[in-house]
């Protein structure tokens, strides 16, 4: 690690040059006003009202991307209204390229950002300079929305209730959209003194990747940095009403089990969503339902540790940033969260379990933050009953740093046997973010579990320092695990272990020697050092070498690193059926990743690899290929092949292929089909998810879902199990 710290050392007088183009945020923001309309919008994104003609043009936007501080080259003009229902934005993106040239891949719901032209929309009704509400629209009308924090922490999941519409043009597009103050979250309007939002707009034009903002915002930082925000005023937002949410469903499902038996079932429930006050939202399910989420995706886990599966369910999707403290670095094996809501209602497989409901409570502002988590999962034949209570609080201090702390509680019942006991388990955590400057900050936390049964009594504690600029990114985390911590409402990657995590990268722009189709040249090292806590040993290290990390003018990337990893294995490691010796085992890979254009009409993303895996030799293709010929359809099929020549105990050469397939069908925005297929050739397994949404009124929902699997049983029979679900909500907002 000497070369790697001395070379650093080295790196810092360049770096302090370069990043003078990194600028603290301005005293004097732009300003504009809303005017307030007597007849409200017909939201058609035809802007033919005269209201749009007579409000005040937010002004000239200047690049982010690629030349930071220049004027754009296709101008956008931004205008905003309000009444005593909303707040009314429009948007009129002026381009030259033809209508059907304009990206857009798809017209899911909460898009892939950057895989789209796009308008940002960034909300700060506190003025806090920290947090946001964001509304992000492409050109044929699809949404997404998302809240911030601290533009670090993101609920991706969280869907406002607010409407859209566009319109394609040769000479550009127009955006028209609506947002219900009921959707918004915001300070009351004080007697006297000044009164404003902070406001932040963002457009991406996808075929010359350039990115503008209407306040500027330096380019090695996020659009949705709030302190660099200007200020929309001219607001008189009415006082917040009673703002609840009502959504109830049914649900039908059939099912064919693997013995080949038969069963059906209906099941009512709902949610309510309560803002009892601007800062203060109350939420509670009854016979929770998740039919319509997303099924996991199959891997095949060539490491020692467990794969971290997303959570998908919407109800813990939402806020899931707030009760979510913990370090997901770069180092795929290290995770540490004291919570992580998939620990509840899902068995060992990933299959669900039945929740008789739940409750959360949080409260945001611009001095802290605080929720609460209740949730009761029911019995069953192989599972008992369990309780889960989850709080949370976080205080800001100062301008940019926020300190906060994390309880979960578990109860347990005793076993379907009624002789296996019950038991309480919990975790603590007290975590810290501090911005320590324009360019560096500081994560912690430290962390600790216990239980009424022995075996569950652990700490956990890690430091990540990142230094961001214009020109340069470092970063040094170091993490802690001891042997017995087990955060059973969250996860962890592994124990016993202390982690050191020092990296760094380039970022090389503008040089007279860089071909014209590359954009920036970013070389950089990224380590990972893992030693035994109890013993001090080394265990395992990797050391990434990127010789050439690029991306392209057209928004593609090409990455080539060479990866040293050296492995010491005390048990027998079993990979795909093969079987690892113990003992100590150093290789080297070439890794080869490359991806193409996502916003065009066919794109692709490849990872080959070719190296050492402990004693043998592992060839790895990875390919994913989209078709997306409108916005309307899109075909992705994918294909992993690991390749292993001589590994293991008994040299074994073996070749274990996952394939893949992915549509969707999109009549708009509301209306769509999709589904994915996938096969595993170790085992001849295949899963089949088919879904047809259709949003019938803003925020309601018709579903149809059909689920199928198929393996081979220990005999060796081929075995179908198979389940239909028809779900309808409607959400009424008062």
């Known amino acids: 690690m000497k070369p790697f710290v001395l070379f650093l050392l080295l790196l810092l007088p360049t770096a302090s040059a370069w990043a003078q183009a990194l600028y603290a945020p301005p005293a004097n923001k732009p300003r504009v006003a809303a005017a307030f309309t007597a007849t409200p919008p017909v939201i058609d994104g035809k802007l033919d009202e005269a209201a749009w003609a007579s409000a005040t043009s937010a002004g000239r936007f200047t690049q982010q991307d690629p030349d930071q501080g220049a004027p754009v080259h296709f101008a956008t003009d931004v205008r905003l209204l309000y009444d005593a229902r909303g707040l009314y934005l429009a948007a009129i993106c002026h381009d030259t390229i033809k209508r059907h040239q304009l990206r857009a891949p798809d017209l899911r719901r909460d898009f892939t950002l950057f895989d789209h032209d796009f308008l940002l929309i960034c909300l700060d009704g506190?003025?806090?300079?920290?947090?946001?509400?964001?509304?992000?629209?492409?050109?044929?009308?699809?949404?997404?929305?998302?809240?911030?924090?601290?533009?670090?922490?993101?609920?991706?999941?969280?869907?406002?209730?607010?409407?859209?519409?566009?319109?394609?043009?040769?000479?550009?597009?127009?955006?028209?959209?609506?947002?219900?103050?009921?959707?918004?979250?915001?300070?009351?309007?004080?007697?006297?003194?000044?009164?404003?939002?902070?406001?932040?707009?963002?457009?991406?034009?996808?075929?010359?990747?350039?990115?503008?903002?209407?306040?500027?915002?330096?380019?090695?930082?996020?659009?949705?940095?709030?302190?660099?925000?200007?200020?929309?005023?001219?607001?008189?937002?009415?006082?917040?009403?009673?703002?609840?949410?009502?959504?109830?469903?049914?649900?039908?499902?059939?099912?064919?089990?693997?013995?080949?038996?038969?069963?059906?079932?209906v099941k009512v429930g709902g949610e309510v969503k309560w803002a009892l006050t601007p800062e203060t939202v109350l939420d509670l399910t009854v016979n929770t339902d998740f039919a319509q989420a997303d099924a996991d995706r199959k891997i095949n886990n060539l490491s020692r540790f467990s794969v971290l599966f997303p959570e998908r369910r919407q109800f813990?999707?939402?806020?899931?940033?707030?009760?979510?403290?913990?370090?997901?670095?770069?180092?795929?094996?290290?995770?540490?969260?004291?919570?992580?809501?998939?620990?509840?209602?899902?068995?060992?497989?990933?299959?669900?379990?039945?929740?008789?409901?739940?409750?959360?409570?949080?409260?945001?502002?611009?001095?802290?933050?605080?929720?609460?988590?209740?949730?009761?999962?029911?019995?069953?034949?192989?599972?008992?009953?369990?309780?889960?209570?989850?709080?949370?609080?976080?205080?800001?201090?100062?301008?940019?740093?926020?300190?906060?702390?994390?309880?979960?509680?578990?109860?347990?019942?005793?076993?379907?046997?009624?002789?296996?006991?019950?038991?309480?388990?919990?975790?603590?955590?007290?975590?810290?973010?501090?911005r320590l400057g324009t360019k560096v900050s500081l994560s912690t936390m430290a962390s600790a579990t216990g239980a009424s049964r022995s075996g569950l009594r652990g700490v956990a504690a890690y430091s990540d320092l990142r230094y961001d600029a214009n020109h340069?990114?470092?970063?040094?985390?170091?993490?802690?695990?001891?042997?017995?911590?087990?955060?059973?409402?969250?996860?962890?990657?592994?124990?016993?272990?202390?982690?050191?995590?020092?990296?760094?990268?380039?970022?090389?722009?503008?040089?007279?020697?860089?071909?014209?189709?590359?954009?920036?040249?970013?070389?950089?090292?990224?380590?990972?050092?893992?030693?035994?806590?109890?013993?001090?040993?080394?265990?395992?290290?990797?050391?990434?070498?990127?010789?050439?990390?690029?991306?392209?003018?057209?928004?593609?990337?090409?990455?080539?690193?060479?990866?040293?990893?050296?492995?010491?294995?005390?048990?027998?490691?079993?990979?795909?059926?093969?079987?690892?010796?113990?003992?100590?085992?150093?290789?080297?890979?070439?890794?080869?990743?490359?991806?193409?254009?996502?916003?065009?009409?066919?794109?692709?993303?490849?990872v080959l690899s070719s190296g050492g895996y402990y004693n043998g030799w592992l060839n790895s293709v990875s390919l994913t290929v989209k078709l997306a010929p409108n916005p309307h359809f899109f075909l992705q099929p994918s294909y992993l092949l690991n390749d292993f020549r001589g590994v293991g105990t008994e040299t074994t050469t073996r070749r274990v292929a996952l394939y893949g397939l992915e549509s969707r069908l999109a009549l708009n925005p509301r209306v769509q089909l999709s589904g994915f297929y996938q096969r595993n050739s170790i085992d001849a397994s295949q899963v089949v998810n088919l879904r047809f949404a259709w949003e019938y009124r803003p925020l309601s929902f018709l579903y149809l879902v059909l689920n199928e699997q198929g393996y081979r049983s220990t005999t060796g029979e081929p075995v179908t199990e198979r389940g239909l679900i028809g779900k309808v909500s409607y959400l009424k907002q008062f």
């Open 126 to 265: 506190f003025r806090d300079e920290r947090n946001a509400m964001t509304f992000a629209i492409n050109p044929y009308g699809a949404q997404r929305d998302v809240l911030i924090f601290d533009a670090t922490l993101a609920d991706v999941e969280w869907d406002g209730l607010w409407q859209v519409r566009t319109q394609r043009t040769d000479s550009g597009w127009v955006a028209e959209c609506a947002i219900p103050w009921e959707t918004l979250r915001y300070a009351p309007k004080p007697a006297t003194g000044d009164y404003a939002w902070g406001l932040n707009i963002t457009r991406l034009r996808r075929a010359s990747n350039e990115k503008s903002t209407w306040a500027p915002v330096p380019r090695a930082l996020s659009p949705v940095r709030m302190d660099y925000a200007g200020l929309l005023t001219g607001l008189n937002p009415p006082a917040p009403g009673l703002n609840l949410r009502v959504q109830p469903f049914a649900l039908a499902a059939a099912e064919k089990g693997a013995d080949g038996s038969r069963r059906s079932s």
């Open 316 to 434: 813990f999707l939402e806020n899931a940033s707030l009760f979510s403290p913990g370090l997901t670095p770069r180092a795929s094996s290290l995770r540490i969260m004291p919570f992580f809501s998939r620990a509840i209602g899902l068995n060992a497989d990933g299959q669900p379990l039945p929740f008789d409901g739940g409750a959360r409570l949080v409260h945001r502002s611009a001095t802290r933050n605080f929720g609460a988590l209740l949730v009761r999962q029911r019995a069953t034949d192989a599972e008992p009953a369990n309780m889960y209570y989850v709080g949370r609080y976080s205080q800001n201090v100062g301008a940019q740093h926020k300190i906060g702390g994390l309880l979960t509680v578990r109860q347990q019942g005793p076993g379907a046997d009624e002789v296996t006991p019950g038991y309480t388990s919990f975790t603590g955590a007290a975590d810290g973010f501090f």
């Open 472 to 606: 340069l990114s470092m970063w040094w985390a170091e993490a802690v695990v001891t042997r017995q911590y087990s955060p059973e409402s969250g996860f962890v990657g592994r124990r016993d272990v202390v982690a050191t995590l020092p990296g760094f990268y380039l970022i090389l722009r503008g040089k007279s020697w860089l071909p014209g189709w590359l954009r920036s040249y970013e070389p950089g090292i990224h380590n990972e050092y893992y030693h035994q806590a109890s013993t001090g040993r080394l265990l395992e290290s990797s050391n990434r070498f990127f010789l050439f990390d690029g991306i392209t003018q057209r928004g593609g990337s090409l990455r080539y690193y060479l990866n040293r990893v050296y492995q010491q294995l005390d048990e027998p490691f079993r990979p795909l059926g093969l079987v690892i010796a113990p003992g100590r085992y150093t290789y080297y890979s070439h890794n080869v990743e490359a991806s193409s254009d996502a916003s065009r009409r066919l794109s692709y993303a490849a």
